[in-house]
């Protein structure tokens, strides 16, 4: 066994991405506190193809030192903007149709194991602060909550690492549906 190199990976460059077809998903940050945080959901954001992030609030934003860090270029390809407020960002994505989806821990949340896409559909998924999760607010904003099944003590995952797991679960069951349709 050895270990691909970049070049036999057939990995886009940042013009070939710019210019591919995307997830229809977009990424709202809620008030994130950590720029690190954030800089690691742009890298799952490329790795996905995700449509955009929206940073919302205290949220940080490009060229933020700690955010490129983490974001290891990802800040060139992923299409981002930023809003003062995260009810602002949610009643853009509504008037263009986009399904909201809070990714969260409620008494009405739908697991991510049974949440199915509609490969047809935009959507957006709303990931909270990291202490207080997604806010009361923005949950009633929400077209449906979903939360990650979790089997340990802690019922919680970093924000960063939920954000990996539901763009791969929308990147897989689109990928999935778009095949099984051609």
């Not at 977009?26 to 742009?42: E, K, P």
Request: glycine fraction near 6%.
């Amino acid at each position: 066994m050895r270990k691909l190199q970049n070049k036999e990976l057939g990995r886009l460059d940042a013009d070939q991405f710019r210019k591919a077809d995307k997830l229809p998903l977009t990424i709202v940050l809620d008030n994130i506190r950590s720029a690190h945080n954030v800089g690691s959901v742009f890298r799952s954001a490329d790795a996905f193809r995700v449509a955009a992030i929206y940073c919302c609030g205290i949220t940080a934003v490009p060229p933020q030192k700690e955010l490129l860090k983490t974001a290891l270029g990802a800040t060139d390809t992923v299409t981002w903007k930023y809003f003062g407020t995260t009810g602002e960002a949610i009643h853009e994505l509504k008037q263009y149709s986009t399904r909201i989806i809070g990714i969260e821990q409620t008494d009405i949340s739908t697991s991510l194991n049974d949440f199915r896409i509609d490969p047809t559909t935009s959507y957006a998924i709303v990931l909270g602060h990291e202490v207080k999760g997604v806010s009361a607010d923005i949950l009633s904003l929400c077209d449906a909550v979903v939360d990650i099944p979790q089997a340990g003590t802690k019922h919680s995952l970093n924000i960063a690492v939920a954000a990996g797991i539901v763009s791969w679960a929308f990147f897989r069951q689109h990928s999935l549906v778009s095949e099984q349709t051609r």
